[in-house]
Antibody, heavy 117, light 112 residues
């Protein structure tokens, strides 16, 4: 059974750093296109970053240069390193797996990041 | 402002049919990129509802149907049920933006 479990969220001050983890089971992270998607309180879904099976990464303009997506094959885990955090980064962060049509077929339960002083 | 435009809200009575539109442009839906739809119940993660414009994952009732034409896509829900009350999002890709993955702004479905 495919499962994605995020962790690492919490309250952080503006300018701070946080690393989110997404532990996967039931499939191999490094064989799949994986993504982070966030949702600010009361708002819609916003794509953040993706990593393809070959390791190629892309990030949204809003986080480029501040957030880095990566993975650890030995732990079958996806990460999101978030630096220089801003209040507008406050959101629930979901990891998601993409399938054959590039749709996100499995999502984690999300982890809340709150950027506030 | 989302690249894919959805109506903020739609509503219908139990048993009725509603449609949710997703309007894009020649650089995303019109360029041939597939459209996918997600259902998000309150307080939960999004769930894949339709993939590849019109395909339903296993377990999704055939009351949900997707279509795509030109630069737009639609989600139709027939035989509305109370449990269909949720937020619905379309998603695609865009070749002209650095934000490669794009979502619609979401549509709140209210079952009256």
């Amino acid at each position: 059974e495919v499962q994605l479990v995020e962790s690492g969220g919490g309250l952080i001050q503006p300018g701070g750093s946080l690393r989110l983890s997404c532990a996967a089971s039931g499939f191999t992270v490094s064989d799949n296109y994986m993504s982070w998607v966030r949702q600010a309180p009361g708002k819609g879904l916003e794509w953040v970053s993706l990593i393809y099976g070959d390791g190629t990464t892309y990030s949204a303009d809003s986080v480029k240069g501040r957030f880095t997506i990566s993975r650890d094959s030995s732990k079958n885990t996806l990460f999101l390193q978030m630096n220089s955090l801003r209040a507008e980064d406050t959101a629930v962060y979901y990891c998601a797996r993409a399938s054959h049509w590039n749709e996100f077929d499995y999502w984690g339960q999300g982890t809340l990041v709150t950027v506030s002083s | 402002q989302s690249v894919l435009t959805q109506p903020p809200s739609v509503s219908g009575a139990p048993g009725q049919r509603v449609t949710i539109s997703c309007t894009g442009s020649s650089s995303n839906i019109g360029a041939g990129y597939d459209v996918h739809w997600y259902q998000q119940l309150p307080g939960t993660a999004p769930k894949l509802l339709i993939y590849g414009n019109r395909n339903r994952p296993s377990g999704v009732p055939d009351r949900f149907a997707g279509s795509k034409s030109g630069t737009s896509a639609s989600l139709a829900i027939t035989g509305l049920q109370a449990e269909d009350e949720a937020d619905y999002y379309c998603q695609s890709y865009d070749s002209s933006l650095s934000d490669y993955v794009i979502f619609g702004g979401g549509t709140k479905l209210t079952v009256l």
